[in-house]
């Protein structure tokens, strides 16, 4: 009976090992798993043509209180004596006194499926010599599109939002704009073609995957999607769903799909915004750069256990920091973004200083992804 419970326990324990053992294998070969997560294909692509159209008018903001275009704004002074004139009130441009009305911009997005009667947020912006626009009440605007046909209305009181001394001549008009004419919009019966919101080869061919494989049942839906290039699959509409185009296109766009990120680095300089992806890296390179040295460094090694059978792997990070004057960085390979720009918030570098030294090691090869400066 003993002989019998320790071949069982060390089955058990042999059991446990492989399960480890296999689990950490899983992590070692996949680690952008954690990373990525699962998300539909809706929220990652669009369908081609559903796309919004720009509207834009010229418009007058009143009730200013001083804060408007002076007189030396021509074309607000005869917008104002051609308002007037439009209500019976006969006025040279002479007798128009500026500074509570204000000749301003105004612009929309009309939404693809947008209805008669839908509202819109508008943008307000001033042209002329006006200080601010807080308080003001924008009059009618009518907004037109390319074409020069009238799509929408505007009217209301403007908002500058948030801070209002930092963009005072910038404002909002919130469902100010009411739609009058929508566009002319129709699906395709037979064809649904997904434009990708970050092009990305391996993320189009999981969606083609994804959608292959979710339609492999139906009767004659061999491989209904392909891959156009990076940012465009295209998708044959079954037969089954030629009276249901949209509960097609719904059900695509509830699939899930794992997409890969692209290594991309964001900054914002005025702000000091920084947003990385996690598989930005950085290979080895020198920067001379003010009086700052920074040292990054990452290193895996394979380290042998007590057992022949036994090994793991052990990732060692090391950071130096230094204030000084030799001018000289040092960033070892392996190393990604989020490591350097620690290092450098640490010697109290500013966002004028971090885009300078990306800039410098995307010029020179070691910066393993797109840098984008705002």
Known sequence: ?????????????????????????????????????????????????????????????????????????????QSIANMLGEYGVEVSPDQVEGQNIAAVMVTADLPHDASTGDTLDVQVSAIGDADSLAGGMLVRTPLEAPTGEVYAVAQGSVSLGGEEGEHPTSARVSGGGIIERTVDYQLDRDVLDLALHNGNFRTASEIVDEINDHFADLSGADEIAQAEHESKVRVEIPPEYSNDVVGFIAEVNDLEVQPTMTARVVINENDGTIVKGHNARISTVSVAHKNMSVTVSSDSTIQQGEEEEEAFIEEEQEMEIEDEQENSMVVEGGSNTGDLITALNAVGADASDMVSILQEIEAAGALHAELEVR
Do not use: H, W
């Open 1 to 77: 009976m003993k002989s019998l419970l320790e071949i069982s326990g060390r089955i058990v324990r042999l059991l446990a090992v492989f399960l480890l053992t296999a689990f950490c294998l899983t992590i070692f070969l996949q680690p952008a798993a954690a990373d990525d997560p699962m998300v539909t294909i809706g929220d990652i692509t669009r369908t081609e043509g559903a796309r919004s159209n720009q509207l834009v008018g010229y418009g007058l903001v009143t009730g200013l209180g001083r804060s408007g275009d002076s007189t030396r704004s021509q074309a607000t002074v």
